[in-house]
């Protein structure tokens, strides 16, 4: 059964619970991953791993954000082909 939220997100198509939906969440969060790596270095796995949840937390903002500049930023963020997850798969 779908969730009243992602049947708002389908009929309006932006999502009603930014910042506290997973996405943004994710977005709030990034900052704090990428200090943490700097600390200790990430495995290669966790790479490719925050790489495929950023990439689909950001494909999410820019169609979804009602924030219109987060939406702008994440659409740049995917212009960057070290996110093109399409191309791995």
Known sequence: MISNE???RLLYGRCTTWPECS???RWNDAEEMFEEWKRTPPTSTQIEMAR???SLMLHCVA???PDKRA????????????LDIEEDM
């Open 52 to 54: 495929l949840n950023i």
């Open 63 to 65: 169609k979804h954000c």
């Open 6 to 8: 992602d049947l708002k």
């Open 23 to 25: 996405c943004g969440q």
């Open 71 to 82: 939406r702008q930023n994440a659409i740049m963020q995917l212009l960057n082909p070290v």
